[in-house]
């Protein structure tokens, strides 16, 4: 079992940056796939980054693509997101999840074992 715990979340005016950090107890943090979602308000939980176990491979939904990086540290057990050049489209609760089961990179929350509370970020024009 794991524990995620996620912090970095704020207000930010449009094309600012946040980085989001998400912290896991347990010593198996290794073991697990991780993956960033978000949640607007009145809308679906949507994917937005996923990193497998070994942090070498990286996948985005394409309205992040090549402004948000996902990243890992297995010796300190956390999972960040950077974002960069963000929009107020971006605007959610942005949550981590853990994957505990082969595989990485759904992008149906379901696959998702683990998740954290939330951290608010909010993007003003």
């Known amino acids: 079992q794991v524990q995620l715990v996620e912090s970095g979340g704020g207000l930010v005016q449009a094309g600012g940056s946040l980085r989001l950090s998400c912290a896991a107890s347990?010593?198996?943090?290794?073991?697990?796939?991780m993956a960033w979602f978000r949640q607007a308000p009145g809308k679906e939980r949507e994917f937005v980054a996923a990193?497998?176990?070994?942090?070498?491979?990286?996948n985005y939904a394409d309205s992040v693509k090549g402004r948000f990086t996902i990243s890992r540290d297995n010796a300190k057990n956390t999972v960040d997101l950077q974002m960069n050049s963000l929009k107020p489209e971006d605007t959610a609760v942005y949550y981590c999840?853990?994957?505990?089961?082969?595989?990485?990179?759904?992008?149906?929350?379901?696959?998702?074992?683990?998740w954290g509370q939330g951290t608010q970020v909010t993007v003003s024009s």
């Open positions: 999840a853990a994957r505990g089961l082969t595989g990485w990179g759904y992008r149906n929350r379901d696959e998702y074992d683990y």
């Open positions: 347990g010593r198996t943090f290794s073991t697990y796939a």
């Open positions: 990193i497998p176990r070994s942090g070498r491979s990286t």
